[in-house]
């Protein structure tokens, strides 16, 4: 069937498109936003620890779930498998209204200068793709700002020397500190590092109309039981419905974007929540799917003048794939350390992201969030048996006594590292899947490396009796933190988007997620999904004037 | 003075559970997925895995209970692997030892166990999963039957979250749970 025409189609409901539908339904224009997954309340949290979002051996709480939903995952030896949203490599992150941001951990951090430019800083690193953005850090600084304030961010970098430059500060103080963040502040000042509190996306006292924090031990991988934890889905989502020119239709999947004989995008064809196909017209398109979904979508919608996808002319849609393999290290203390105040992570230092000598880039170190029982069953020393007597021992003397700091490696682009679709593989709708393959570059394995050795020196400051790392991953990212598959660049031979997330050959097709970033950063990458959605939208809504993109 | 403890009482009041259940089901298995004496070889790696001390084992927190009820569950893909797995170690411990992996002591467990791990054992059994494929994905889901949510079949009365001086979680009602559907909290008392 089709629908009634509307102005913008927006494409997933996550970060990025939850933020472009309400400015664009703020600003006038009729919009409909399409969700593959369900909007789900505070009353879903069902802090469950084998069934959530960052645990999910018993499924995805949030989606996607693994009797419709599968991929194709390549490893570096060449064999591939079909994988299920539940399994590691799947590279999962959620499908719901929010998207991720309805259960993230929601740390809120602005990139730094360097991080937008860092081939001027750095060079060119072999086989690897690292750019410059075509954009800068000033250029996204006022809508840092308004993500803050809108979404609401909690927290204190004022102890940070190595922050970009802010103009206002974050809306809400810190949480008051824990245990860990007592014992590791001094610690870290004493080596001469910079600590401060984490800037979260979390209610430390009532905003926006929501109480403050719980303190509750079930934070990254939740929804949040008060719904103190600010997502999309509690804060712009419901600002665009009450516009009235924006309808949210959820559990609707998303085919193919459609063009015209002229090659410019006419809406979507997508299947309902009853799995019957549909058409919504639309003078503008958005895709903000996710790094890896968005790029799936793009591959998927192929017509004579776009043989190979939309924005694909030049094989740049899929890839660069990054995210981010997490390094650091444990440290076991003579006494407790464990206090059962949520969420956990609180303090940060960011000495580590840039001026490392010899390595390009770097990454912040971050106490951990608190780990449930089953997390730490695996996160015993690597000289420990990992079963046995020994192993139950290590269990109950160490849980309450060790504390973890870790932190994002900056990845290092790889051209490999992809996104394709499977020429074979179908999913429930019978729509190609997403095939991915590639591995991690061996620069940022080091830097993980250099992350552990830090943290560790941390920890062994702070008191702790013994030590082990966690070593940084070496296979293909992707999952939570995914970012990279639509790079954002000048040069239409060499990127899949301009300055203002605009498809460069489709002026009427937008992707605003993290699949545009050049590079992700040593940080969560979010706050600058959620930027980069407001500086695209101001874009849109500047342009619009009633009928700028219409055919 | 004949003093009884409280684990043995446990241990002697659950063999005598157990021997009663199989009077009662005639052969016929107690378990969804597991025969009987899959589910005995199950629980008997499970224990080893996780072995009573002064805090109950694998065994008696129902780790088995927990693979049994994800085996027609979330886990229904990991059925073959079971099937073949739980035989192999069999096959396995009788080319160690002459005898069923339950007829052997711990420390032949143990040892049984070890081989696995470090892959060892190769043979007709572990054809279709590897050795240390079925050590690894057993390993795992015991630590989940053990240290995860007891709404999902194990950690019955929450005993190692008790034994790693975790404190009790507030309960907040009908919240945590899902009615809708076969992943929620009432799973575990049904069928």
Redesign the interface.
């Known amino acids: 069937m089709v629908m009634k025409r509307v102005n913008a189609v927006v494409v997933g409901a996550g970060a990025g498109g939850g933020i472009v539908a309400k400015e664009l339904a703020e600003a006038g224009l009729s919009v409909v936003l399409l969700e593959r997954g369900k909007w789900y309340t505070a009353f879903d949290c069902r802090k469950d620890d084998l069934r959530n979002q960052r645990t999910s051996v018993l499924g995805a709480s949030f989606g996607p779930d693994d009797e419709r939903y599968r991929r194709v995952f390549v490893d570096p030896q060449g064999h591939e498998r079909v994988v299920l949203p539940s399994d590691g490599v799947y590279g999962n992150n959620a499908a719901c209204v929010g998207g991720g941001t309805a259960s993230y951990g929601a740390m809120a951090w602005r990139y730094m200068e360097k991080d937008f430019r860092m081939r001027s800083t750095y060079g060119t690193v072999a086989n690897s793709t690292l750019d410059d953005w075509p954009i800068s850090y000033a250029d996204l600084e006022p809508f840092y700002e308004k993500a803050e304030w809108e979404i609401g961010v909690s927290g204190d970098d004022s102890g940070n020397p190595f922050r970009a430059p802010r103009k206002k500060p974050l809306p809400m103080p810190p949480l008051p500190p824990g245990r860990e963040h007592a014992i590791l502040k001094p610690a870290a000042q004493r080596l001469g590092l910079h600590p401060f509190d984490i800037p979260m996306l979390r209610n430390s006292v009532p905003y926006n109309g929501r109480a403050a924090c719980m303190r509750c031990r079930w934070c990254v991988g939740f929804a949040c039981e008060v719904d103190a934890k600010n997502g999309t889905q509690n804060t712009v989502i419901p600002k665009a419905l009450a516009s009235g020119n924006c309808e949210l239709r959820a559990e609707c999947v998303v085919k193919e974007i459609l063009t015209d004989h002229r090659g410019r995008a006419i809406g979507v064809a997508y299947f309902d929540s009853q799995d019957r196909l549909e058409m919504q017209p639309a003078d503008l398109v958005v895709a903000s799917c996710g790094a890896t979904e968005t790029a799936r979508l793009l591959l998927n919608s192929q017509s004579n003048l776009f043989p190979q996808g939309l924005g694909n002319r030049n094989d740049w849609v899929g890839r660069n794939l990054q995210g981010h393999g997490y390094a650091g290290a444990f440290g076991l203390f003579a006494d407790d350390v464990y206090d059962d105040i949520g969420p956990g992570a609180s303090i940060a230092i960011c000495d580590y992201n840039h001026g490392n000598p010899g390595m390009v880039g770097g990454g912040a170190l971050c106490n951990e969030f608190i780990r449930l029982p089953i997390h730490f069953s695996s996160m015993t020393p690597p000289n420990l048996p990992r079963w046995g007597k020994a192993h139950k021992d290590f269990m109950r003397q160490a849980y309450r006594r060790t504390a973890v700091v870790m932190g994002p490696a900056q990845e290092m682009p790889m051209f490999d590292s992809r996104v394709q679709v499977d020429p074979r593989v179908k999913d429930f709708w019978g729509i190609p899947v997403v095939r991915l393959s590639g591995s991690n570059h061996p620069h940022t394995v080091e830097l993980g490396k250099m992350l552990s050795a830090k943290a560790d020196a941390w920890l062994k400051e702070a008191g702790a009796v013994s030590t082990w790392p966690r070593p940084p991953r070496v296979g293909l990212s992707g999952g939570q933190h995914q970012a990279g598959t639509c790079r954002m660049g000048n040069d239409p031979k060499t990127s899949v988007v301009n300055r203002y997330c605009q498809v460069h050959d489709v002026d009427n097709l937008f992707v605003v997620d993290g699949s545009v970033h050049v590079n992700n950063g040593g940080f969560n990458p979010v706050l600058t999904i959620m930027a980069i959605a407001y500086y695209a939208s101001a874009h849109m809504v500047g342009e619009w004037k009633g009928t700028r993109f219409r055919g | 003075m004949n003093r009884v403890t409280r684990r043995t009482f446990i241990q002697v009041a659950s063999a005598a559970a157990a021997g009663s259940m199989v009077c009662c089901t005639n052969g016929k298995s107690p378990w969804r997925f597991f025969t009987l004496e899959e589910g005995r070889t199950a629980d008997a790696i499970c224990e ?4 009573a ?1 002064q ?1 109950p084992g694998a065994s008696q927190v129902g780790v088995v209970n927990f693979l049994d009820i ?1 085996l027609v ?2 886990y229904k ?1 990991f059925r073959s692997s079971y099937r073949q797995g739980l035989n192999g170690i069999d096959q396995t411990s009788r080319q160690m030892y002459g005898q069923r992996f339950t007829e052997l002591s711990a420390e032949k467990q ?1 040892a049984v ?1 070890k081989e696995l ?1 470090r892959g060892g054992p190769t043979g007709e059994g572990w054809k279709e999963i590897s050795s240390k494929d079925f050590f690894t994905l057993i ?2 889901h ?3 039957g ?4 007891p ?2 079949g194990g950690n019955y009365g929450r005993v ?2 008790k ?5 009790y ?1 507030p309960i ?1 009602g009908r ?4 009615l809708t559907n076969h ?1 929620g909290g009432t799973e575990a008392l049904r069928d």
Not at chain 2, 146 to 149: R, T
Not at chain 2, 175 to 178: G, S, T, W
């Open positions: 080893r895995l996780i072995p001390d805090d994800q569950g979330p893909r143990d166990l791990e390993l795992g015991a630590m989940q053990y240290y995860g949510d709404r999902h190692s979250w034994m790693v001086g975790l404190p979680p907040r919240l945590h749970y899902d992943h």
